[in-house]
């Protein structure tokens, strides 16, 4: 689809300023879509911390800091709205680009110290930056082609699926240009011991950070704002070239109010959705290369594994969210679930594929049923010392997390879609923004559940465990409505205050406008309610 733009006075000027825009947006995306690489780092952190007055701590314990990063995303982006009005959209973005790059310089001190710390300064004040510089990128270009809004939102999020593509390679390139392999034996098992590639880890989270600003800073200066009768001119020859029925104009302009919105089911199904999405989405994105390393014998090669995976990240956004377009959520969805089933589920069996027996020694599933029968602790890592890992163990591996993480994207692109299809556009992305506060459950969930599940039937344990919460996304998606829409609004309610009103979470009626939006002229629009 191509992107239109309004000819008129000043017109070369605002299309360049527009497509800045967009390529500003892109470059913020991809800068915080640095997260994607946390599965690829949290290697290399957590070896240097075990190296650094930290011996015990793992891998399980280290997704604190991944989930810190999630629960504050939860918390902030709810609330990243009042921020921007307050400040504006361009101090949002710089200040949201100083404080990501801030927190992983912050990192620089705080991996000598407690883990606590790194979650502190890695996960939460690298996440709060995050998501308050965003949003704007998103509204902007929205704003700069609200004739090809899905088109311009789809360009600028491409970004963020797709930082990990450099950020992996940069990082290994750095830290392990030899292609070191982790220990396979001893305490330190399956973790990085070279003191060279360990020595670097500090460095690079200080190079990081400035890689982190100086494109962030630039994306900034890409960025700005349409004019402020940008929009109504738009909207004013859409009105003369229109060629919508009345009917569909008037679905169009329904809406439900924030509050109105907790009274419909369909909030929670999404809600629920999301929860068990992200969750298998964090859980994969933490173990993916920790579990490699116990039955591969090429950090390079995991590192390209991670890096291709946001081409897929990047993609599986796109496909999806033409599914949904040509069907609906509903579809497209049920689809997601099920594949997300099938492909964790049977993960761990990439393991077994083309490993020499002599080479390899792991829990099999009968081993596993003996053990929790006879209450004994397994350890699945497998044992390996000079032999080489066999293609097919690599191809087997990269397809099936490259198939994974072009499946659970999905969600990120049509749950925007849904949720102003079935709430309106008016409200939609303040209630889209309500969804991310399940991040705060399912990251908890991963922070407290990882380490009790891996030490007690390992990694076929954890990857068993998430696919059930496929399951469930299935069950959920089920219920969903296939053509879902605001329908009426509801003739009383119980949160009719002026201070929610301020809020933009309420309409209060006053005089003429007392039964606006209450009735609709289609029955058939209306929606399951609570």
């Given amino acids: 689809m191509r992107l239109t733009f309004l000819d008129w006075e000043g017109g070369t000027a605002l299309l360049l300023r527009s497509y800045a825009a967009i390529l500003g947006g892109f470059l913020l995306q991809f800068t915080m879509g640095a997260f994607y690489s946390f ?6 952190m957590t070896s240097y911390m075990r190296q650094n007055g930290s011996p015990n701590i793992t891998y399980e314990d280290f997704v604190v800091v991944q989930s810190a990063w999630g629960m504050t995303q939860g918390f902030v982006m709810p609330l990243s709205g009042f921020l921007i ?9 710089v200040l949201g680009s100083i404080i990501f790059s801030g927190g992983c310089a912050l990192t620089y001190i705080t991996i ?41 939102m789809g360009l600028v999020v491409g970004g963020f699926g797709g930082g990990a593509f450099v950020f992996n390679n940069i990082q290994t390139a750095i830290l392990n240009p030899d292609n070191v392999d982790v220990a396979r034996d001893g305490v330190d098992k399956g973790y990085f011991t070279n003191e060279d590639l360990l020595s670097r880890v500090p460095d690079l989270l200080l190079i990081l950070a400035s890689i982190y600003l100086a494109m962030g800073l630039t994306a900034c200066l890409l960025i700005t704002q349409p004019p402020q009768d940008w929009l109504a001119r738009i909207t004013k020859e859409e009105e003369e070239n229109s060629e919508e029925n009345t009917e569909e104009k008037e679905n169009v302009q329904d809406y439900v109010t924030p509050c109105e919105a907790f009274g419909r089911i369909e ?52 496909f999806y969210g033409l599914i949904m377009d040509k069907s609906a959520y509903k579809v497209a969805m049920c689809i997601e679930s099920t594949l997300l089933i099938i492909l964790v589920s049977t993960f761990y069996l990439t393991s077994y594929i083309g490993v020499d027996p002599d080479c390899f020694e792991t829990t ?17 890592s497998p044992v390996i010392d000079t032999c080489v890992t066999a293609l097919s163990t690599k191809v087997a591996y990269a397809v099936w997390v490259w198939a994974i993480f072009f499946t659970f994207p999905g969600t ?25 506060s399940c991040d705060i459950i399912n990251n908890l969930m991963v922070a407290t559940m990882s380490r009790a599940i891996k030490e007690a039937y390992g990694y076929l344990g954890i990857f068993l465990t998430i696919s059930g919460f496929g399951v469930l996304a299935l069950v959920i998606t089920c219920f969903y409505p296939y053509r879902p829409r605001p329908g009426p609004r509801p003739t009383e309610s119980w949160c009719l205050f002026p201070s929610l009103e301020k809020l933009g979470l309420v309409e209060i009626p006053r005089g003429d406008d007392q039964n606006n ?3 609709t002229k289609n029955p058939e629009l209306r929606t399951t309610r609570m």
């Fill in 39 to 44: 599965g690829n780092m949290s290697t290399y």
């Fill in 85 to 93: 009005n307050a400040i504006g959209e361009k101090a949002s973005m």
């Fill in 112 to 152: 000598n110290k407690e883990l606590w710390m790194v979650a502190a300064t890695y996960g939460f004040v690298s996440a709060f930056g995050q998501n308050i510089a965003l949003i704007p990128t998103l509204t902007t270009g929205m704003k700069w082609f609200p004739k090809n809004k899905g088109t311009a």
């Fill in 267 to 318: 909030l929670y199904l999404l809600w629920l959705t999301r929860l068990s999405v992200v969750l298998i989405s964090n859980c994969v994105a933490a173990f993916y290369k920790s579990f490699g390393l116990t039955f591969i014998k090429d950090d390079r090669f995991l590192s390209i594994v991670g890096a291709v995976t946001s081409v897929f990240n990047c993609t599986g956004r796109l």
């Fill in 364 to 380: 099999t599933a009968l081993d596993l049923v003996n053990s929790t029968t006879a209450n004994i602790t397994l350890d699945d």
């Fill in 412 to 436: 990120y692109s049509t749950q925007p879609a849904v949720t102003t299809q079935t709430f309106g556009h008016k409200y939609g992305g303040f209630i889209y923004a309500f969804l991310f």
């Fill in 517 to 519: 939006g209450r009735e």
